[in-house]
């Protein structure tokens, strides 16, 4: 039969390495409606609505200021203490939140995975691409304390570094995309993993520097928290903002490289296994 009347030819493939980067693109509407789909339906009939996303933040760096400031004393490099966590709890939200929505795209999604067909990558991206818009609600209430406090006067020297925010960005968007693609493909199979994931992550966060700063750690043993690919991204986003920290451009290129790196493995996981994940969930 000839092609020649169809527009778009859906067939099987069977290359290890097909990363279906044209498929995802030609489906970029199907990402807008997913995007739209998720910012109006996740606080639908709520009282408070898109307010939570301001709630969410400020009710977790008044915790920790009150706890770890006030109580544990823990030293926030000179900088406010509020301010300083709510610098890095903005960063790390966006990872956690895009990480742990991700890794259930097979799991939470498997009733329509199995009626139509389309990338099923489609879906991880846009749920990075609308916590995007959630991340910007969330820096705007930072930069309302930020200028609030250099008001006040407190010694905040921010530096050229701002410069890199747009990359920080993409790289906790790359990271947490593809952590969560290759958890999402693992528990597939093996469903407790999930429960690992929403227990790993809480440590995950006391194993990054949010809490404390990554000046207080000695040099010879600062290369073990650097193995993380998001201390980088969270000691840079503070140092550009407060021009207090650590800041090293090689923990920068390591979280860079390790973030292409695990897209380009989490991707090929990913695709394997869309192909015959019904079989498994």
Same mark, same amino acid.
């Given at each position: 039969m000839s092609n020649e009347n169809w527009t778009k030819i859906i067939e099987p493939k069977s290359r290890l390495l097909n990363l279906k980067i044209k498929q995802t693109w030609d489906y970029r509407d199907l990402v807008y409606m997913l995007v739209r789909k998720d910012l109006v339906v996740q606080y639908k009939q709520t009282i408070l609505g898109p307010l939570w996303y301001i709630i969410q933040p400020l009710i977790t760096a008044i915790t920790f200021t009150v706890i770890f400031g006030k109580i544990a004393k823990i030293p926030t490099d000179s900088v406010p203490p509020m301010l300083f966590y709510l610098a890095g709890t903005t960063c790390w939200n966006y990872f956690a939140t895009c990480l742990t929505s991700t890794s259930q795209v097979f799991t939470a999604n498997q009733g329509v995975f199995g009626k139509v067909y389309f990338p099923r990558i489609v879906v991880p991206i846009s749920?990075?691409?609308? #916590?995007?818009?959630?991340?910007?609600?969330?820096?705007?209430?930072?930069?309302?304390?930020?200028?609030?406090?250099?008001?006040?006067?407190?010694?905040? #020297?921010? #530096?050229? @570094?701002?410069? /890199?925010?747009?990359? /920080?960005?993409?790289?906790?968007?790359?990271?947490?995309?593809?952590?969560?693609?290759?958890?999402?493909?693992? @528990?597939t199979k093996y469903r407790d993993l999930k429960f690992l994931l929403a227990f790993g992550v809480q440590l995950w966060m006391y194993a990054t520097p949010i809490i404390y700063p990554l000046s207080e750690i000695s040099a010879q043993h600062r290369w073990i928290m650097a193995i993380n690919p998001m201390t980088s991204v969270i000691t840079t986003f503070k140092y550009a903002f407060l021009g207090k920290g650590f800041f090293d451009w090689y923990y920068l290129l390591y979280s860079f490289v390790f973030m292409i790196i695990l897209l380009f493995i989490a991707t090929i996981t990913f695709n394997k296994v869309e192909k015959n994940f019904m079989d498994t969930v």
């Open positions: 749920i990075v691409i609308s #916590n995007s818009l959630k991340f910007f609600i969330q820096f705007v209430v930072f930069l309302g304390f930020y200028f609030y406090y250099i008001y006040a006067g407190a010694i905040i #020297n921010p #530096n050229m @570094t701002l410069f /890199l925010l747009p990359l /920080l960005v993409i790289m906790a968007a790359g990271l947490s995309l593809g952590f969560g693609m290759l958890f999402s493909a693992f @528990t």
